[in-house]
């Protein structure tokens, strides 16, 4: 005779079993956030004001939806953390800090909301990011039009990009000038000056402008 098992019905009530919240301890290398414990056992970690937002204490009941819930609010709290270190080590323009946490797989959500966050305090700025970027590649000898790529590379539209040129204070020429110093201590380009101006040429400068400045700085002979 075959005996046929009989399933027990699933006890809805197993599945929404209670946790206690067992220990909450300071990070020794880090006092700004603590680490919490369920039923003895480390399950996430939060920062002092999502402590007190959640309004968590030892003893507290949760099930596992409020440790999922927690667990991602920790998450997402170490990637702001993240971010803004990285934004505030040097200035970053949004397609860059987009990028960012693309590479870290953000939620699409959180992206945006930093962005809005870091936007309303200043620590994203477009303008700013323009000016340093130009700054800096204008001190590196970049001609103009490859400023401009680099612009546009880095997500600064057409108007900001007109604007943050138009006000550029280094004049083109004596960027032009100090590559040619530069470059004819090579001996590469010391006698050759056709290969020195195509050169020059490939990184931007107009050819008219590259003509006029080999001519005006040909070394004496």
């Known amino acids: 005779m075959k005996i046929t098992a009989i399933k027990q019905p ?16 300071s990070q020794v290398k880090n006092p700004e956030r603590v680490s919490v414990f369920v039923d003895s056992k480390y399950a996430f970690s939060l920062s002092l004001n999502e402590l007190l937002d959640e ?8 099930d596992e939806a409020d440790v999922k819930r927690l667990k991602k609010i920790s998450a ?5 953390a993240r971010a803004l270190e990285w934004i505030l080590n040097r200035q970053r323009s949004i397609r860059e800090f987009r990028d960012y946490m693309y590479r870290k797989k953000a939620e699409p959500e959180l992206t945006q ?5 870091f936007l309303d305090r200043g620590y994203l700025d477009e303008q ?11 001190r590196r000898g970049k001609s103009n039009r490859a400023i ?3 612009l546009f590379k880095k997500g600064i539209d057409r108007e900001l990009v007109d604007e943050i040129m138009s006000q550029e204070a280094s004049d083109e020429a004596d960027r032009l000038k100090a590559v040619i110093a530069k470059k004819r201590k090579l ?8 290969k020195l101006a195509q050169y020059l040429v490939a990184q931007g400068f107009s ?3 590259v003509k006029g400045q080999l001519r005006q700085d040909e070394p004496d002979q």
Request: glycine fraction near 8%; charge should be positive; hydrophobic fraction near 30%.
């Open 207 to 209: 050819w008219d402008l």
């Open 76 to 80: 997402d709290g170490k990637l702001r």
């Open 10 to 25: 699933f006890d809805s009530a197993q599945g929404d079993q209670k946790m206690r919240i067992t220990a909450i301890r």
């Open 113 to 117: 909301d930093l962005i809005k966050q």
């Open 148 to 150: 401009r790529s680099e």
């Open 187 to 194: 001996p590469r380009y010391k006698s050759n000056p056709q």
């Open 55 to 62: 309004k968590l204490k030892q003893g507290n009941e949760l």
């Open 128 to 138: 700013k990011f323009g000016q340093w970027l130009v700054e800096l590649l204008g």
